[in-house]
């Protein structure tokens, strides 16, 4: 319950200083909350995060990871896996970042994605959904829980 109260403030406070983020992701510790920007701080399709203050406020906005620029397209639609890695629905992929930020990988989708969730516990699957389509693949890892 204190969670769904924060993020509900958090989104409010982040929609006030920065206009449009297309979907957001606690960290497994909710230490951090990660905004998909289409541009922001300077930089095209960054994902932003902020540290999660103990009264539900956010501090210390700062670019997290980045897709690619050139597209000039940001996230979407994230999820977290059981090692704390972030998938980003964005330009034709679901991109996967450590909990660094660190690009460690890029799944190729047909058509450009919406959105993705990791399937029942133990399923290690990842569903992916986009505009006409719902894919799914395998993965070596399970969805954050």
Do not use: H
């Not at 769904?4 to 449009?20: L, S, T």
């Not at 297309?22 to 990660?34: I, P, Q, V, Y």
């Amino acid at each position: 319950m204190e969670a769904n109260k924060a993020r509900f403030q958090i989104a409010g406070e982040v929609m006030g200083g920065i206009a449009g983020p297309g979907e957001d992701a606690f960290a497994l510790e909710l230490l951090s909350e990660l905004v998909a920007q289409p541009s922001v701080l300077g930089n095209e399709g960054a994902i932003i995060a902020y540290d999660v203050q103990p009264d539900g406020t956010v501090k210390n906005g700062r670019v997290f990871a980045s897709m690619d620029p050139a597209a000039k397209r940001g996230g979407d639609g994230m999820t977290l896996d059981d090692r704390g890695n972030l998938y980003v629905t964005a330009q034709q992929y679901v991109w996967v970042f450590s909990p660094a930020g660190e690009n460690i990988g890029k799944i190729e989708v047909p058509e450009n994605p919406a959105n993705c969730v990791f399937g029942a516990k133990g399923t290690k699957t990842l569903y992916i959904t986009a505009r006409t389509g719902f894919y799914k693949i395998k993965l070596n890892v399970d969805g954050a829980r």
